[in-house]
């Protein structure tokens, strides 16, 4: 049972480069979140998706852009990255029920650092 | 603004002591409330939640919570603590004011350390 699969799983790089992460889910959820966890701050939300191409940006969006073309896959990319963007991410489904969104499977993390 | 508070950066507690970590919320509405655990290099693992009924959540590896509206707060327990459960938990709460959109707000974490 695979659930949500991040990759990759770690990641170094340059100031300036660009790079996109991948988040794929295999429970036909409709609703998919991308956080960054830092020290201190717990997670805070960068973008979601609340259904196969629609996104929304989060409390933290700046620098990021996110693409939902396929139900089960959310990429995150990362245009021209800074080192204010070393981080861990997490990528998160959710499906929803009688009681609304309230079921959430989380991915293992992609540790990011930007030099 | 909607906001998850947890107190205590870190708590500890010898093996075979009850543990407590603190949360507190912050919103409008009523809320769903989590608790997540994370071990050293892994992702989030779900303990318990709150949606509504009773007041006392029973969830994983003996942990529980309970809601407590009118303090508004959602801290996380369990009898007897074992070395194992040293981790970092989060406290969460699905935003009610964000329509069905199910965004989670979390806390910013509390390290606890079980001592043998």
């Known amino acids: 049972n695979a659930g949500v699969t991040q990759t990759p799983k770690f990641r170094v790089l340059k100031t300036g480069q660009s790079m996109t992460l991948l988040c794929a889910q295999d429970?036909?959820?409709?609703?998919m979140y991308w956080y960054r966890q830092d020290p201190g701050m717990g997670l805070r939300l960068i973008h979601y998706?609340?259904?196969?191409?629609?996104?929304a940006k989060g409390e933290v969006p700046d620098g990021y852009n996110v693409s939902r073309l396929k139900k089960q896959n959310f990429l995150l990319g990362l245009e021209s990255a800074a080192p204010s963007q070393t981080s861990v991410y997490f990528c998160?489904?959710?499906?929803?029920?009688?009681?609304?969104?309230?079921?959430?499977?989380f991915g293992s993390g992609t540790r990011l650092t930007v030099v | 603004a909607q906001s998850v508070a947890q107190p205590e950066d870190q708590v500890n507690v010898a093996e075979g002591n009850p543990l407590t970590v603190k949360c507190t919320y912050s919103?409008?509405?009523?809320?769903?409330l989590f608790w997540y655990v994370q071990y050293p290099n892994r992702g989030l693992q779900f303990l318990l939640k709150?949606?509504?009924?009773?007041?006392l959540v029973k969830g994983s590896y003996g942990f529980e919570a309970e809601f407590n509206k009118s303090q508004t707060s959602f801290h996380l327990k369990k009898p007897s603590a074992l070395v194992s459960d040293s981790a970092l938990y989060f406290c969460?709460?699905?935003?009610?004011?964000?329509?069905?959109?199910?965004?989670?707000?979390f806390g910013q974490g509390t390290t606890l350390q079980v001592k043998p």
């Open positions: 998160a489904s959710a499906h929803a029920g009688g009681q609304g969104v309230y079921g959430y499977t």
């Open positions: 709150y949606i509504t009924g009773d007041n």
């Open positions: 998706s609340v259904g196969e191409g629609t996104t």
């Open positions: 969460a709460v699905r935003d009610p004011s964000s329509g069905n959109t199910g965004k989670l707000i």
């Open positions: 919103v409008s509405g009523n809320p769903y």
């Open positions: 429970m036909n959820h409709e609703y």
